[in-house]
């Protein structure tokens, strides 16, 4: 780094840049994972220590207070990444320092405690809202606090512990926690050990891993697990060694990594160390370079951790900056396809196969070839060829084991009407009858109830004007298709998933008319051959995805195209009531991403595009319903989109071929879900 750091932040910033801020001076910098370079930015108004750095909903960082216990530094300001420069943010009641901040469900910030400048600990609560840009007063907390760990709870709900209640006052083993629809607080168990200068890290669980700190006069080694539901501790294994001032960031294996710190005096900690959620347990894990204490921690896109500045040693601050590799990321590369190919198809067999066929080459000729992926020896075969050369087509598992392939196109001016079947015992495409108007970028969706397939929507051209209503049904014991119904709205770019009812959920799309983005949605009665309307989204949307949840009672939808160009906000509808609800939104706006259930029951969401100053991204993340909240999930081996996906038998997930800035590409990525 540029500056020699203490009690900085660091803050991945929704670029992939991590913004680093303070720690004894009022200097800023960015920090490029891909490159590993450094860039200076414009300093902050005032230099900051022990202040809090909150990344906002807009993309903004909040960054509050700071200061040494003699001196906290007043107010708060803002950075904008699309400027790289800093705002005030006027309005903060009094100076702090040790304070914690927590961004609320809603996007408010709520500041809590800290000290006011002489070694007072605050118990005043703010509320800061960025779409007034202004502060306002909450509950107080029973008790005043510095140096305490707050954490939002998957309920909305925050969870402060422990701190001291002066600089040099006693210790605190008390918990209480927020309710932001009530501004109130109440008291929930006492921690088993009293503890400040710990960390307090949400599990993948929903449960909050309490570490280390100073019990008392004495830095301890002990952990202790928060479980929201019944507002109790539960004691968990030992740290290798006393710990306090350390760091903690929750990976995305689920385990956390403990870094530095110190036993209580000196030399400081060069040790890591790794908790287990499943067994309660730590196990060293590689030492640091360098000695810290007080240093920053962020856990960057790919699954590493970025670990800068703090002190090494008595009277002197350190520059350097170090990351730590987890012994397994979650993407790792497979063997290759054995050619480039984009907005191809990959479908999982009754076999366990991954059948990918056809696509777009790097030159953009549709191609006619398919291919098999074995997961256990991790290799490619040639099958039999399609029978037609296709992009942009559907791919449908029938109820037999067959693949049904539909539609699509042969080139920027023919779309297609041809449809075929592939047969995993004999490897070959049988022509099946032809849809009654070709289309691509339509849904295709099988239903249980008849075994028929359900195609819906698309574009028969390139004008707008092409976009489809019309719905066809295929019979697998005729290889024919019928028409059904139209739909209500013309659609392409939409996403259909089938209903525990029977029916099946159609939301979205890029439309005509006034209703160019739309946010309508329309069930399918498979009965009837009939749609019937259902509420709208709350965003209208093309370029999304949809994925049903748990026992189908919900579905997720996530991302896509805007009014304003790629989303990150997501909402679920309800199927019983036939309603959305707003959930948590990505943490990267993702357009054209894909996705699947995984069989932990969260969805992970890949790739897409992200629009100015991100294009198309090689992030991941995943949606964890029970805890509404989206985690990362790592980087795949290049930038890339309309690519194809397939849940494997291992519960592994692979990404095959897609394109990025060089076209099409032979890559193969494989996921593998936290616990």
Do not use: C
């Amino acid at each position: 780094m540029a500056s020699a750091r203490v009690d900085a932040t660091a803050t991945l910033l929704r670029n992939g840049y991590v913004l680093v801020a303070g720690g004894g001076t009022s200097a800023t910098e960015l920090y490029e994972p891909r490159t590993g370079r450094w860039f200076s930015l414009g300093a902050m108004a005032t230099s900051r220590q022990r202040h809090t750095a909150t990344l906002l909903a807009s993309g903004k960082v909040l960054v509050v207070g700071g200061g040494t216990s003699v001196l906290a530094s007043a107010g708060a300001e803002l950075f904008d990444p699309v400027t790289n420069s800093w705002s005030a943010a006027t309005g903060l009641d009094l100076p702090r320092s040790q304070h914690t901040a927590t961004l609320l469900p809603d996007g408010r910030v709520l500041v809590v405690g800290g000290d006011s400048g002489f070694g007072n600990a605050l118990s005043s609560v703010m509320i800061y809202s960025p779409e007034t840009h202004s502060w306002s007063v909450t509950g107080r907390m029973s008790a005043a606090r510095l140096g305490h760990a707050a954490t939002l709870l998957p309920d909305g709900q925050v969870l402060v512990t422990g701190g001291r209640d002066s600089a040099n006052g006693n210790v605190l083993a008390t918990a209480e926690r927020y309710d932001p629809a009530t501004g109130e607080w109440t008291a929930v168990g006492r921690m088993v050990t009293q503890r400040t200068g710990h960390t307090a890290t949400l599990l993948l669980s929903g449960q909050v891993l309490v570490a280390g700190g100073f019990a008392g006069s004495l830095a301890t080694n002990t952990s202790e697990l928060f479980d929201p539901g019944t507002g109790t501790w539960t004691p968990q294994g030992l740290l290798p060694s006393q710990s306090v001032f350390h760091s903690a960031t929750l990976l995305t294996s689920g385990q956390v990594l403990v870094a530095g710190g110190s036993t209580g005096g000196q030399p400081y900690l060069d040790s890591a160390a790794l908790y287990t959620p499943a067994t309660g347990a730590w196990t060293a894990t590689a030492t640091m370079s360098s000695r810290r204490i007080s240093h920053a921690a962020a856990l960057l896109p790919s699954g590493e951790v970025l670990v800068l500045g703090g002190v090494p040693q008595a009277g002197t601050l350190s520059a350097t900056a170090e990351r730590y590799r987890p012994s397994a990321l979650p993407w790792s590369t497979a063997a290759s396809l054995g050619s480039a190919r984009s907005q191809l198809t990959a479908t999982r067999l009754n076999t366990g196969d991954v059948l990918v066929a056809g696509g777009a080459s790097s030159s953009g000729a549709a191609l006619v070839s398919a291919v098999l992926y074995d997961e256990a020896t991790n290799s490619w075969q040639d099958t039999g060829s399609l029978r037609t050369a296709r992009f942009l087509h559907s791919a449908t598992p029938l109820g037999d084991g067959r693949v049904l392939v539909s539609g699509g196109q042969r080139d920027a001016s023919t779309w297609l009407s041809a449809t075929e079947v592939y047969a995993p015992a004999t490897g070959t495409w049988t022509q099946m009858g032809d849809l009654e108007t070709g289309r691509a970028r339509h849904t295709a969706t099988l239903l249980p109830g008849s075994g028929q397939v359900l195609v819906a929507g698309g574009a028969s051209g390139a004008s707008t004007t092409s976009t489809l209503a019309s719905a066809e049904l295929f019979n697998p014991a005729t290889g024919t298709w019928s028409s059904t119904s139209a739909m209500a709205h013309a659609r392409t770019y939409h996403a259909a998933v089938p209903l525990s009812s029977g029916e099946v959920l159609v939301m979205g799309g890029s439309s005509t008319g006034a209703d160019a983005i739309t946010a309508s949605a329309e069930l399918f009665n498979p009965a009837t051959g009939t749609w019937r309307p259902t509420a709208s989204m709350a965003v209208a949307r093309y370029g999304h995805i949809a994925v049903p949840l748990g026992n189908g009672s919900q579905v997720l939808v996530a991302g896509g195209w805007g009014v304003d160009g790629p989303l990150r906000s997501a909402e679920l509808y309800d199927v019983a009531s036939g309603t959305w609800k707003t959930v948590a939104s990505m943490n990267t706006p993702r357009y054209l991403p894909h996705a699947t259930a995984l069989s932990t029951g969260r969805v992970l969401v890949v790739t897409g595009e992200g629009g100015s100053g991100l294009g198309v991204l090689d992030s991941a993340e995943v949606y964890d319903a029970a805890m509404n909240a989206w985690m990362p999930a790592g980087t795949l081996s290049t930038r890339n989109t309309h690519h194809g996906l397939a849940l494997m038998p291992s519960g592994r997930v692979l990404v095959a071929g897609g394109s990025g800035s060089g076209g099409a590409r032979s890559a193969v990525d494989v996921y593998t879900p936290a616990p």
